[in-house]
Every structure is written in C-alpha cells, then in structure tokens.
C-alpha cells in the first residue's frame, strides 16, 4: 500500500515544467502555486471506505460526469483505509478526497475544507451501535460489556471514536470494555460482521447503515441500532492545500452545483445524498471535543 | 431343498446361471463400493489437507496482527452459501489461537470467537488433547460417535507457531452421497441383469432343450426302438454333441438288433413250419404210395362195373392232388451241378411271356450275367420263374414289372435277383407271414410259390426279402457263389 514512486516523477517534472513555463509567461495570477494547473492536468480524487466506495459502477459513472463537468480528466483513487488516504494526500499524491471528519480533523494543516455533503437535507451524521436483530438481550452499550466488538477503522468518527468516548461516558475504559475488538476497515464489512454473528456488536456510520437498508436489505436488516449517537458534521470533501485555487473553485463549483443537473441528481440519489454545501469548520466541534477529551488534539 | 435340484435343466440352467450374475454383480459392486468410500475418505483428506495448507498459509498474517475481520474472511472463502452437498465440501473452517481457543471461525454462530474447546463441544476436547501432542500434521480425527470428520494444521509464521487450523468436514454429507452412488450402482446393476438374463435364458434354454429331448427318448428307449435324433437338434462337436451322437450310435445298433431279431424270430418260424410240414408230408406219403398203388391196382381189374370205376377215378385224383400237394410242400434241392447260363435266363422270358402278355404287362428285363455262372441253373429258373410269375399276377393290369440280375457292388461271391411290381404295395402283417405256405391272399393261387422259393433259397443258404420301395413291390434274393453247389439238401 505504499504510493507508488515511479508513478508519481512524471508528476513532479510536469509540475517543474509548468512551473518554469507559468513563471515565463508571467502571467501573475494569484492561483498560481507549485500546483499550477490552469493548463488542465489529471486531477487526483481520493475515496474513502467513508462511504459505499465498492459501488464501482455509480463511482465510474460519477467520475465521468466529474470529468465532463470539470474538462478535465480525473482520477478516483480507492484505499482500504482511512490511514492510506491520509498518507497519500500528507504526500501530496491526491489534489481532493472525500474523507472522515475526524481525519479530517488530524490533517487541519494539510487540507481545506472544499465542501459537505447533504444527508437528509443537512450536512450531518451519526454514529449507530448495531446489535443483531434476534440477539434480544443487547438494549445498551453496558450490556455489550465483554463482548466481542466490531470497529470500522481507527481514523473513523463514528465508528471508533464516537463509541469510545460514549464507552467512556459510560465511566469504563474503552481499552478493556470489550473482550475483544478488531477492524474491519469498512463501515458496511463492520454490518457484516455484526450479521453473521462474528461481532456481537459494531459501531457504523449511520448514512452508510440506512443506505444498505435500501441497497443490501438483506444484509441490513439482519442487525438492529441499539444507540444513537449525538450529529456530528459529515465527512467532508476536501482539498490539499497545495491545489491551484481555480482548480479548487472549479471542484467546489461541481459538486454544489451537482443536485442543479439531472445527471447529477441521478447520482446523488444513487448515493442517497442531496448535495453539496460549503460547509464550515464548525461542524466538527464534537469531533474536536472527543479528541480532546481522548488527548488527540 | 432337493425340488431346487431336481428342477429341469431348461429351468436349473437359466435359475442357477442368473443366481450366479446377480452374486457377481452384488459382490462386484460392494467391492467397488466399499472401495469408493474408502476413496472418497482419502479424497476428502488430500482436498483438506490441500486446502489447509493454502489457508493455514494465508490466514498467518492476519492472526499474527490479531486481525479477527480479515481472518475471517479468509476462513469464510471456502464456504458456499449453501450447506455442503459433497463430501469434499468443507463444512466449517476454525483458527484456533495458541491457548485452543476460537480465534476465528466460518461460522461464528456455532463456533463463536474467543469460545474454548469444551463450550463446543466433546469433539473440540479431543482435539484440543491431540493437537498439543501432534507431530505428525495434518492431524486427522474421526471420532466414531461423532458426524463430522477433522482435519488439522499448524499455523506457522517462520518458525513461531501461531495457533492451528481445523477443518470440519460433515459425514452426514458422506452418506447420502454414499447411498446415491449405491443406488447408481444398483441401477447399472439392474441394466446389466436386464441385458444379461435375457441373454442367458436363451443360451441356457438353448442348450438345455436338447438335452431335456435326449432325457425324455432315453426314458423310453426299453419300451420303444429309438428313432434317429433330428439332425439340426444339436449340430456342435462339443461334449454335449459327442453325447448326441453317441446316442445316435446306439439307437441305431439298437435298432439294427431289433430288425435282426425280428428276422431270427421270422427264420426260426419258417425253419419250425419247414420242419413239420416236411414231417407231415413224409407222413402222409408213405400211406399214400400205397393207397395209390391199391388205387392203380383195383383199376386193373376188369369186372369192376362202371360206378366203381367212376368212384376210383374220383379218390385216384384225390390221391394225385393230394401227392402234388405234398410233394410241392416237399422241396427238394437235390440237383444235377448244372451251372446257371445265358440260355437258362432266355428260357425263363420265354415261359413267362404268356402270362406277361395275358396280363398287358410291360416287362424291363435287365440282366448282367457272363456267359455261365457257378450257381444251380434249375433252382435259379425256379425262383426266377416263381418271382416273375408272382409279380406278373400282382401288377395291375397293363402295369410294370422289372428283373435285374446280376453281381451288386460287384461283389464276386453273390448273385443278387430284384424283381419288382407295380401293383397293391404289401401290409405289415403280410410282410410279416409272406413266406410261410397257403399265406396267399390271392384268388387261384395255392400259396405254396414263395414258400417253395424261401426253401430254395434258404437251402441253397441264400436270403430273400420282400419290401415296399418307391411304390413298388420288391422282393431281393441273394445267393451265395462259388464252388458249384452240390448239396443235397432236403427238407
């Protein structure tokens, strides 16, 4: 999982060449960074397990229409965890990416806030710890104590650090609350576990849990929400700080004005969101409040 | 018991030959049966062993970093949604931490992680032992009160053992997939019995009919002279053919004894008839010489008035037909050594001829004869004469009559004479009385002829025989030749 180098020194020279062909012209504009790309190079979006992002038909599509909108060419690249996405855009391999809130908030100096998504109307999610549907004598967080317990991923909100801080709440120490816990590195494989009886229980993103309900029922429907979490800000979309701020204004363009088309209505619907606001650093207080209390930030 | 054996070979064969493919069939296919599921017991151990090499491979890194979820969608891999139809099948796939307990299953409702050994059950106890004593991998255990077959492993990362694998295979698979090869089994089975019994039915039958024919005519071979076996009944060179035509042997010895009894029994008749009327006739031909010469004398005299004379006339006949009579009953053979010649042969045609021509009858005259022969002329004319005359009378009217004469085969030492006629062809019970004396059924006839020509030839040790043939009458006569016959024979 490592980026790969070889890939990544035609970028550098490109970036060299139009640097030195940017400052020849002299052109002067405020946009121009070591990232100029006013000459329409491959923008580089990353896609966390944050979301459904095994639907590769709906991303090919999206990525398409993405492209056709922007006229430039781009590039959807998957990692398995939130870790890798991170690394990539810390090692500047990604211009955009949509990723968690809290690592959003673990790469504040990194990245800008570009846009956040609308759930429901609004640009916030919660947190859901699931139980199976026939396991009847799981009511609460306390009756999970000793168990085995499914996470999604260490960098994820919901699905690890919204349930360790209720744990705590709960006055327990959520290292040994459990008898064991293990990842699954995706919100919809933390469903699975639940359902096939692996977990007794899973903390999962409350977008992507109501999402299967109607995309995998049959998984879905298999486990129960046994607790709510309180909003916290969707994960957001963001961009590195070093992307040209055309590029940026162009990005953020697209996807607020995505729901205005018909194509892009259809794929958010497919995505089971409303669209795009520009969002604020405000949302992810709660976020910012667990890590604090947890001694992250 | 014994009915079995004592059933007929056309059902004996067919039963004890169709007994005999269906035990070899049963034992043919519990043989191979018994070998498929020993087979299959080895092909579920070598596609387990395989199987946890790969996985016990691949599932080391994830239990080296504790990694329940990828583990357990290593484990989950070999697992079809459905339950496990074949044999082969994995059931459940187990990773056992160092401490035995469950690190990861395929199936965490039965075998939940973190469970140990004896919350899962008997099975997993004995594991368990056997898995800390183990040095043999795979480790394999099949416990006889149990349904389900266990395969295990080692995980090994370098050289730190980092727990084991099990695999759980489900016998209750084997068995219906057992029963189903047994049932195809029976099924090939029955269609090889199908094609086969018909096929031995046949055969059997086929061998047993002939047999079961030659059975029923030696059971009546005492009662009955056998008739000769049909010739297609059983037309092989093997043991059973050697049978048949050793039967055919004897039947026809047996009927050539019977035919030669029937012949001594006919010749000692004729010899005991021969000997008593021989016996009369000397009796009555002494008295009557002399009654004939009282006779002649009495009609010597000259005073004897003409009724007397009348009346000695009338008892002269009497006495004349009476010695005729007897002396044709008397036959002599005692002859002048005459031999048999052209001329005597001539003569005979020319003293039928009358009668063949009174009668319209044609007449073939066919002999072959050198110009003299050493036989009795005179008795030969004789039964010539005798035969011809006889068949003259019995051929119909305008019908045929024929002679051949001569040396059959060309054997040197016999005269053979056939005369035949056309006319009513002769029953049994004539064939059977022709030769004895007044057995004529003819009108005007005396039926002394072939009497006086059996005595002829009979004496002369010759042999005559009288039998139908092609529609024809045919009476052979053969006589012996050689030195010219001087005996004297006489009855």
């Known amino acids: 999982m490592t980026p790969s180098i070889p890939n990544s020194l035609p970028n550098r020279n490109r970036r060299k060449w139009l640097i030195n062909s940017a400052c020849l012209a002299t052109t002067g504009l405020i946009g121009l960074t070591r990232k100029a790309s006013a000459t329409g190079g491959k923008l580089r979006v990353g896609m966390t397990p944050a979301f459904l992002h095994d639907q590769h038909r709906l991303l090919d599509e999206w990525r398409e229409f993405m492209a056709a909108s922007l006229q430039r060419p781009i590039e959807f690249v998957f990692r398995d965890s939130y870790r890798e996405t991170m690394d990539l855009l810390r090692l500047e391999k990604l211009d955009f990416a949509w990723i968690c809130d809290y690592p959003y908030l673990h790469l504040k100096q990194e990245v800008r806030l570009l846009a956040v998504p609308l759930y429901q109307e609004r640009p916030y999610y919660r947190s859901y710890l699931i139980v199976r549907k026939d396991n009847t004598q799981f009511k609460s967080m306390a009756d999970l104590s000793g168990s085995v317990f499914a996470y999604a991923d260490p960098y994820s909100n919901t699905g690890y650090l919204a349930p360790r801080y209720h744990i705590r709440n709960l006055g327990h120490d959520p290292a040994s609350f459990f008898r064991k816990t293990f990842f699954t590195w995706s919100h919809r494989k933390v469903v699975e576990a639940v359902a096939s009886g692996l977990a007794q229980g899973g903390a999962v993103d409350s977008y992507i849990r109501d999402t299967l309900v109607h995309v995998e029922p049959e998984l879905a429907l298999r486990t129960r929400v046994i607790w709510r979490s309180p909003e916290y800000g969707f994960p957001p979309f963001v961009s590195h700080r070093s992307v040209a701020a055309s590029d940026f204004q162009l990005m953020q363009k697209h996807l607020l004005e995505m729901s205005a088309t018909e194509k892009g209505r259809s794929l958010l619907t497919r995505l089971n969101l409303d669209g795009f606001t520009i969002g604020n650093q405000s949302l992810y207080e709660g976020v910012a409040r667990m890590m604090r209390a947890f001694g992250e930030a | ?491």
């Not at chain 2, 018994?34 to 016990?56: C, F, P, Q, W």
């Not at chain 2, 009955?224 to 053919?241: M, N, R």
Request: hydrophobic share 45%; net charge negative.
């Open chain 2, 1 to 491: 018991m014994r009915w079995l054996f004592n059933l007929s070979f056309r059902r004996k064969i067919p039963l004890w030959t169709s007994f005999l493919i269906s035990l070899s069939i049963f034992v043919v296919g519990a043989a191979l049966m018994t070998r498929a599921y020993e087979d299959m017991k080895r092909a579920v151990v070598i596609s387990a062993s395989n199987l946890g090499h790969t996985l016990a491979n691949t599932v080391a890194p994830a239990l080296l970093h504790d990694d329940v979820w990828r583990a357990f969608e290593i484990v989950r891999s070999p697992i079809g949604g459905e339950p496990a139809q074949t044999p082969v099948q994995v059931d459940a796939v187990v990773v056992l931490a160092r401490d035995h307990t469950v690190f990861v299953s395929s199936d965490p409702d039965t075998l939940p992680t973190l469970a140990e050994p004896p919350a899962l059950g008997v099975d997993w106890v004995r594991l368990s032992t056997r898995l800390g004593a183990e040095s043999n991998w795979p480790l394999v255990l099949e416990p006889d009160d149990s349904d389900y077959l266990y395969l295990a492993l080692p995980i090994i990362d370098r050289d730190a053992q980092l727990g084991h694998l099990v695999l759980r295979y489900s016998k209750s698979v084997f068995h219906p997939w057992f029963i189903d090869s047994l049932w195809h089994g029976v099924e090939i089975g029955l269609l090889v019995l199908a094609v086969l019994i018909p096929i031995n039915w046949y055969w059997g039958r086929r061998m047993a009919t002939p047999l079961v024919d030659l059975a029923q005519r030696m059971g009546t071979i005492l009662e009955t002279v056998p008739a000769p076996l049909p010739p297609d009944l059983y037309p092989y060179e093997d043991e059973l053919g050697q049978l048949f035509q050793a039967y055919d042997r004897m039947a026809l010895a047996l009927r050539d004894k019977a035919a030669l009894e029937n012949e001594m029994v006919k010749s000692e008749r004729l010899a005991a008839i021969g000997q008593l009327t021989a016996g009369i006739a000397h009796e009555i031909n002494n008295p009557l010489a002399g009654l004939i010469t009282v006779v002649d004398t009495l009609k010597l005299q000259r005073d004897l008035d003409p009724r007397t004379l009348r009346q000695l006339e009338l008892i002269d006949r009497g006495l004349m037909q009476i010695r005729d009579t007897v002396a044709a009953l008397l036959v002599q053979t005692r002859v002048q050594a005459r031999p048999l010649n052209q001329h005597d042969l001539e003569d005979v045609h020319t003293l039928i001829q009358t009668q063949v021509s009174k009668r319209r009858v044609r007449l073939e005259w066919s002999a072959a004869m050198p110009a003299e022969l050493p036989a009795p002329a005179s008795l030969v004319r004789q039964i010539l004469i005798n035969l011809l005359l006889n068949a003259v009378q019995a051929a119909a009217e305008g019908g045929r009559v024929s002679l051949w004469l001569g040396r059959k085969d060309g054997a040197e030492s016999s005269l053979s004479m056939v005369v035949r006629n056309d006319g009513t062809l002769l029953g049994d019970e004539q064939l059977a009385h022709l030769f004895e004396p007044f057995a004529s059924t003819r009108a005007g006839g005396h039926g002394l002829g072939l009497w006086v020509t059996y005595q002829i030839v009979t004496q002369l040790e010759g042999r005559i025989s009288a039998r139908n043939i092609d529609g024809q009458v045919e009476f052979l006569v053969n006589l012996p030749l050689g030195e010219m016959p001087c005996s004297t024979a006489s009855a």
